[in-house]
């Protein structure tokens, strides 16, 4: 619901503003560029939350843990889980609590860090975005500019762009 509309905004920028033989390359390449931004944002933002959790369960495990339990208790929520089944009935809860409120924390803090890029973005594209010209006329009522049946594309370019 989120990413949708603007894929197919982007995707009607960047063809709209390809000469007509050259719009299946540019949509090739729209959406290339969009998956590309996708899985860096993914790995980006799934940085964040790592670091966050590593960050803050690194700095309230309990006194007293074996050190190979520490350290797999900073990696994942999944070890400090998995860990508190080797520990003593006293410190499992001491372990696990603060595990699950690091593992909390980090979505929050990407939800921030994630707004904001939203928001340098919007920010962006307006200024950037404001001369973008369009294939349509604004005194036509959203009528071509150009009227008449579209032109047979010269064959040439066709056989060149294909290879």
């Not at 299946?24 to 964040?48: C, D, N, P, Q, R």
């Not at 340098?120 to 369009?134: K, P, S, Y």
């Amino acid at each position: 619901m989120g990413i949708s509309p603007m894929m197919a905004l982007g995707t009607d920028l960047v063809v709209g503003s390809a000469p007509p033989e050259k719009a299946g390359s540019a949509a090739a390449m729209s959406e290339t560029g969009m998956e590309f931004g996708i899985a860096l944002g993914i790995a980006g933002l799934g940085s964040v939350v790592t670091a966050v959790y590593r960050d803050e369960t690194a700095d309230s495990l309990p006194q007293g843990l074996p050190d190979d339990t520490a350290h797999a208790a900073r990696d994942t929520l999944a070890n400090a889980d998995a860990a508190t089944r080797d520990l003593p009935d006293s410190l499992g809860p001491e372990l696990l609590e603060p595990a699950r409120e690091a593992f909390t924390q980090g979505p929050n803090v990407d939800a921030g860090v994630a707004g904001a890029i939203v928001a340098v973005l919007a920010v962006g594209a307006m200024v950037l975005l404001r001369e973008v010209r369009t294939g349509f006329d604004g005194d036509d009522g959203g009528v071509a500019a150009t009227e008449g049946p579209p032109s047979k594309p010269d064959e040439a370019a066709v056989r060149a762009e294909r290879e």
